[in-house]
């Protein structure tokens, strides 16, 4: 089976579902509550076990009852877990709004001190791997994990899903791929034309550039062209950790050796077949499901 190793952040999230997003202070109800793991990273480990592949998910959570319970959804999940445990600060979790149309509103907290520096040791020490995926949260573990990969000569993809206070750039130096958020890349780039962002971002790195745009799809620049794939047409119900599962399934394809149009057509249906489906992480496809869109689509 295909190694990949995914770095990064993991949560808990609370998931209320409610018919329309706030819109300024009162009180709301919902209709439903889930409480699911969630976090960039480990959805998208989340994500390559699902779909087949062998996934490891290094990270940092707190001394507390949520960092049980990161680690143990984690584990049922079929990933492998190497966290750190930091005493007297407490685990990420989010706050997740989703209204009837599947769109999402996310109140996060993670401590700064959680992934202000910090062993990296386990993110360097990695054997065996085929691909290896980073987020933004914690840039010193990512970079250990970025330097390890381009040693090991496979492939690296930097999910830039937010603007970055620092550290951007050295990561973008170090990675084969980076995939960015279409708000990320907007912020970064100085342009919401995300073809004339991602060729901004071609001036400043040699790496494989991508920008999801949801519903627009996804944008990609390869040998100096721009390439473009529509997103899959399905009924949404709840786009939470989309993003990830396309991240996931992207790096897995690509430690597999898929070329890349093919390896971000597979992410694409992944993604899609995500927000077809409630509950964030819980909604994550598998490689069957993902296989019957992709042949339903030609």
């Known amino acids: 089976m295909t190694n990949?190793?995914?770095?990064?952040?993991?949560?808990?999230?609370?998931?209320?579902?409610?018919?329309?997003l706030p819109r300024g202070g009162g009180k709301y109800y919902a209709s439903s509550f889930r409480e699911v793991g969630g976090g960039v990273a480990a959805n998208a480990a989340v994500a390559v076990a699902r779909l087949g592949g062998n996934a490891r998910y290094i990270g940092r959570v707190?001394?507390?009852a949520l960092g049980e319970q990161i680690i143990a959804d984690l584990i049922a999940s079929g990933v492998d877990v190497t966290v750190d445990r930091v005493r007297g600060v407490t685990s990420p979790v989010s706050s997740v709004l989703v209204d009837a149309a599947g769109?999402?509103?996310?109140?996060?907290?993670?401590?700064?001190?959680?992934?202000d520096g910090g062993d990296v040791t386990?993110?360097?020490?990695?054997?065996?791997?085929?691909?290896?995926?980073?987020?933004v949260r914690w840039p010193d573990g990512a970079a250990a994990a970025l330097r390890t990969a381009a040693a090991a000569g496979v492939p690296s993809v930097?999910?830039?899903?937010?603007?970055?206070?620092?550290?951007?750039?050295?990561?973008?130096?170090?990675?084969?791929?980076?995939?960015?958020?279409?708000a990320a890349l907007a912020a970064t780039a100085g342009t919401d034309d995300p073809v004339a962002g991602l060729a901004h971002m071609a001036q400043r790195t040699d790496a494989w550039l991508a920008v999801t745009v949801g519903p627009g799809g996804v944008h990609w620049r390869h040998a100096g062209g721009s390439h473009h794939l529509?997103?899959?047409a399905v009924d949404v119900v709840?786009?939470?950790?989309?993003?990830?599962?396309?991240?996931?399934?992207?790096?897995?394809?690509?430690?597999?050796?898929?070329?890349?149009?093919?390896?971000?057509?597979?992410?694409?249906a992944a993604a899609a077949l995500k927000c077809t489906r409630p509950g964030g992480r819980s909604g994550t496809p598998d490689r069957a499901d993902v296989h019957e869109l992709l042949q339903e689509a030609i």
């Open 62 to 64: 707190g001394d507390d």
């Open 230 to 232: 529509p997103a899959f």
């Open 238 to 268: 709840d786009t939470l950790g989309a993003g990830d599962v396309f991240h996931g399934a992207l790096t897995l394809a690509l430690a597999e050796g898929q070329a890349p149009a093919d390896a971000v057509r597979f992410a694409s």
């Open 122 to 135: 386990a993110a360097s020490d990695l054997v065996d791997v085929d691909a290896v995926l980073v987020d």
């Open 4 to 20: 990949v190793v995914c770095v990064g952040i993991a949560v808990i999230d609370l998931i209320f579902e409610v018919e329309a």
């Open 158 to 182: 930097f999910d830039f899903d937010r603007p970055m206070e620092s550290g951007g750039d050295a990561l973008l130096g170090l990675a084969t791929h980076v995939v960015f958020s279409a």
């Open 103 to 115: 769109e999402r509103t996310i109140v996060n907290h993670t401590p700064r001190e959680l992934f």
